[in-house]
């Protein structure tokens, strides 16, 4: 007999359309807010580009800005991968005043964590995308002349301050300039036999992540 009773029917099984090979990436950074604003203003616009559209190699990004020091990063990082799986972990860690840079550097490479690493801070990354820099600098030089820039290019009114939410889509047009400085800073530091971060002044290896994060950024561009 025919009828439209389900007794007996299979239950069909809930299809998991997420794609294989979908990369899930955790950010820990350091800072609770520059790190965080710049990297979750990424993610929002990688999640609006792919959010119509199927295709295998969307990312899933995760930002975490935890407040604490260079080593303190590392351990959260480790912690995150050991209860969750990710494609990449990638922590954030700036030189500013702590002592632990280069040992902290050392156990994320060693536990086999990314490391975009600044001297002396994440603000460096900024500046890049509107001048070469060379000789020493520290954190108040990084900060005043990011702040001309800022304000020339109508960015910023005022005196940067790290509360500052600065985006992606305020530096993507320079985006290829900062890393094409940031790896003529990396090679002049090869040629003087600079190998250790905390002598590496300046120098910062966050473009390495952005590497990473432009194809999905630029997808339809």
């Known amino acids: 007999m025919k009828g439209n009773s389900r007794r007996g029917q299979k239950r069909k099984r809930k299809v998991n359309n997420r794609p294989l090979g979908f990369p899930r990436l955790l950010i820990v950074t350091e800072g609770t807010k520059t790190e965080t604003n710049y990297f979750n203003s990424i993610k929002e616009r990688i999640q609006e580009r792919f959010k119509e559209n199927i295709i295998v190699d969307k990312i899933d990004l995760e930002v975490k800005g935890i407040g604490r020091g260079t080593m303190g990063v590392v351990e959260q990082a480790l912690k995150s991968r050991n209860r969750h799986t990710y494609s990449q972990v990638w922590v954030l860690i700036d030189k500013d005043n702590f002592t632990d840079f280069d040992q902290a ?19 460096l990354w900024y500046l890049l995308h509107f001048q070469e ?36 889509d305020d530096l993507k047009v320079t985006i290829n300039d900062a890393i094409a400085r940031s790896k003529r800073i990396m090679e002049m530091h090869q ?31």
């Open 105 to 123: 550097i050392k156990k994320a490479e060693d536990e086999g964590l990314n490391v975009g690493w600044s001297n002396q801070s994440f603000e």
């Open 133 to 168: 820099v060379s000789g020493r600098m520290e954190n108040e030089t990084i900060i005043n002349r990011l702040s001309i820039h800022l304000r020339q290019h109508g960015i910023t009114r005022n005196q940067y301050s790290k509360s500052d939410p600065l985006s992606y």
């Open 191 to 221: 040629n003087y036999g600079n190998k250790t971060p905390s002598v590496m002044n300046p120098a910062t290896t966050v473009y390495k992540l952005i590497e990473d994060l432009l194809p999905y950024l630029n997808k339809d561009e």
